[in-house]
């Protein structure tokens, strides 16, 4: 009872039981993560095979870039501005009219762009229906405002429609998903899942928050302007992650690409809670500057992600064959060298985005993902350069990558006393 009533107590105000809402909101979702693909991804994999499987995973790397494009950033610049404005309808009603038009935008040029490079390579030509079918994702993304539903704190929103996309696109694989020929219906169910949770949420924030669409040139400017500079640090960033499987797909064939798909996508479900408490944190100490909070979050994260470290490297090597067939043994080596980004992510993730940005320092948060996307390109480019493309050499370089965010991150944030409790929060 002594324990329950001092959880209570630390959670009367009405900001940090929103917090806990969210945390709790999206901790659900991480679940349906964890257990969704746990169910899909192993019964793909038998069902396909590592060549069509690869193919699939090569699509949805080719069209992530054009969800960086059309994402432009504003998961943190207008998440940002919709958490400093929530209270001012009218302000909130510009906001998002400006970044809808601005999205919608992108996609349009996105899909141009994807046309072009389609139908001007072979190797895409051959394949055109699953690249349109992926693109389907990227509408998707465009029509599910995450930053908005982030910026007012209702992240309940979030893990409602994303669990129905995953729910619709898990169901839907074992019902239409039977033999390797039906590889065509896998782009197809996603992005419709994507596309239906799109549609819900723009219906739920018009109907609920009364939000009207306006045309506002001035203020369509000044977004882009606020968020390219998020922009070009997620989209150099994201660049490399992509990069792998294209550059492996390129090089080395479709069968390397689900090796690396299957390795890499572990330890992501792995590091997923890190993002979730990221996101929850961010517009939270955005408005309160809440440094006690962060170094907590900090020191805990640190110990629990060394904990998981130790534990994936000694039971990797009997789960993943069993979960995933002997086929894919190969992603059991690469992912118990992958993981050890974990802890390096499991501390810059909150240095960035939580200390950098929530206390106005962008420059040293976008450097850092632009010099370490930079080092790494270049990297890439050395090994296809000397014909030495290898996944080895390609993950122990994202794993320099992440130390050299850590370094660099943390640099700034000692230097500028980030983390120092000026005052009683």
């Not at 917090?19 to 679940?31: A, P």
């Not at 870039?65 to 610049?77: A, E, M, Q």
């Not at 390397?256 to 996508?265: C, F, N, P, Q």
Request: glycine share 4%; net charge positive; charged share 15%.
């Amino acid at each position: 009872m002594l324990v329950l009533n001092k959880i209570r107590q630390k959670f009367q105000s009405e900001d940090k039981k929103r917090l806990l809402e969210n945390f709790l909101s999206l901790s659900i979702l991480q679940g349906a993560n964890y257990i969704l693909p746990l169910i899909t991804l192993p019964y793909l994999v038998r069902v396909l095979g590592p060549e069509k499987f690869g193919l699939i995973a090569f699509a949805q790397s080719f069209i992530q870039y054009f969800n960086i494009l059309t994402d432009y950033g504003f998961n943190l610049s207008a998440t940002r501005e919709i958490s400093i404005h929530r209270d001012n309808k009218e302000k909130v009603s510009e906001i998002f009219s400006s970044v809808m038009i601005i999205k919608f935008g992108l996609l349009v040029f996105s899909f141009i762009i994807m046309g072009v490079i389609v139908f001007s390579f072979e190797k895409f030509k051959k394949d055109w229906l699953i690249y349109y079918l992926t693109f389907g994702m990227v509408v998707g993304q465009c029509l599910f405002p995450v930053w908005f539903f982030q910026g007012i704190e209702k992240m309940k929103y979030i893990t409602f429609l994303n669990i129905i996309a995953k729910l619709i696109f898990t169901s839907c694989v074992f019902i239409f998903v039977r033999q390797v020929s039906d590889y065509i219906y896998v782009p197809l169910i996603n992005s419709t899942g994507f596309m239906m949770a799109g549609v819900l949420a723009i219906w739920i924030i018009i109907k609920d928050w009364k939000i009207k669409l306006c045309l506002n040139l001035k203020n369509i400017l000044l977004m882009l302007k606020l968020s390219f500079q998020f922009f070009l640090s997620r989209a150099v960033i994201s660049l490399y992650t992509n990069t792998n499987s294209v550059v492996v797909g390129l090089f080395l064939g479709y069968k390397e690409v689900a090796y690396y798909d299957i390795a890499y996508k572990i330890v992501n479900i792995i590091r997923q809670p890190w993002d979730i408490l990221n996101t929850t944190v961010y517009p939270y100490v955005s408005k309160k500057r809440n440094i006690k909070l962060l170094k907590n979050i900090l020191k805990i994260s640190l110990i629990i992600s060394l904990t998981i470290l130790i534990i994936f490297k000694i039971l990797a090597e009997d789960t993943i064959p069993y979960i995933f067939g002997t086929k894919m043994l190969k992603s059991v080596y690469y992912s118990k060298i992958l993981i050890f980004i974990l802890p390096l992510i499991s501390v810059h993730i909150f240095l960035g985005s939580s200390v950098l940005v929530a206390q106005g320092l962008y420059k040293y948060f976008n450097l850092s993902n632009i010099l370490a996307s930079i080092f790494y390109l270049l990297f890439l480019g050395i090994l296809i350069i000397f014909n030495k493309v290898s996944l080895i050499l390609i993950i122990y370089g994202m794993i320099f990558v992440d130390l050299f965010i850590l370094i660099y991150r943390f640099y700034y944030v000692k230097k500028y006393n980030l983390l120092k409790e000026r005052s009683q929060q």
